[in-house]
T-cell receptor
Framework: DTGVSQNPRHKITKRGQNVTFRCDPI?????LYWYRQTLGQGPEFLTY????????KSRLLSDRFSAERPKGSFSTLEIQRTEQGDSAMYLC?????????????FGQGTRLTVV | QKEVEQDPGPLSVPEGAIVSLNCTYS??????FMWYRQYSRKGPELLMY????GNKEDGRFTAQVDKSSKYISLFIRDSQPSDSATYLC????????????FGQGTTLQVKP
């Protein structure tokens, strides 16, 4: 499978616990994005990497959230001290920077439930 | 007011109908426009990608962009039950970030 891969697909955690999600982008894509999607809404931008550099963060990304892309390949999104409001689908997408294209391809998402 | 407005529906049509899905936007800097299809509990799948104004056709799908009216459309011809999904419009101002602003999504049901 050469698409964007996200793990785990589902995560149930207790409030206050830390969780970490992983995203493996399409291999030749140098841009990687994280989005959050709640029920009945479109995805909302969280953060964006070009190679290993985190170039933009949304104000939605509170200080409990941190994302890394240490070698410019896979990325992790960590949420510390989870809250019930963090329950959502976390989507990763990747794209190429060459050619002026803005096409982004999404993974299947990680569905987080905080109980 | 949201930057991108999309009627959430639901929209129900009989099989074989022509479906029209629309989004309006307020940011005149948007120049890259996309339509994604999302099945329940899955990630969005890119259907159509358009730069600036004009039409683009791919099989049963046609995307239209009218930048003067800040209005984009997706038409689905000969709709099939397998087209039942949520359709998300997305747009971006700059290709060098790829940051997308999404509409709320329109839920479509195609009845056999």
């Amino acid at each position: 499978d050469t698409g964007v891969s996200q793990n785990p697909r589902h995560k149930i955690t207790k409030r206050g616990q830390n969780v970490t999600f992983r995203c493996d982008p399409i291999s030749e894509h140098n841009r990687l994005y994280w989005y959050r999607q709640t029920l009945g809404q479109g995805p909302e931008f969280l953060t964006y990497f070009q190679n290993e550099a985190q170039l933009e963060k949304s104000r939605l990304l509170s200080d409990r959230f941190s994302a890394e892309r240490p070698k410019g390949s896979f990325s992790t999104l960590e949420i510390q001290r989870t809250e019930q409001g963090d329950s959502a689908m976390y989507l990763c997408a990747s794209s190429l920077s060459a050619g002026g294209s803005a096409e982004a391809f999404f993974g299947q998402g990680t569905r987080l439930t905080v109980v | 007011q949201k930057e991108v407005e999309q009627d959430p529906g639901p929209l129900s049509v009989p099989e074989g109908a022509i479906v029209s899905l629309n989004c309006t936007y307020s940011n005149s800097a948007f120049q890259y426009f996309m339509w994604y299809r999302q099945y329940s509990r899955k990630g969005p799948e890119l259907l159509m990608y358009t730069y600036s104004s004009g039409n683009k056709e791919d099989g049963r799908f046609t995307a239209q962009v009218d930048k003067s009216s800040k209005y984009i459309s997706l038409f689905i011809r000969d709709s099939q039950p397998s087209d039942s999904a949520t359709y998300l419009c997305a747009m971006s101002a700059f290709s060098n970030t790829g940051k997308l602003i999404f509409g709320q999504g329109t839920t479509l049901q195609v009845k056999p």
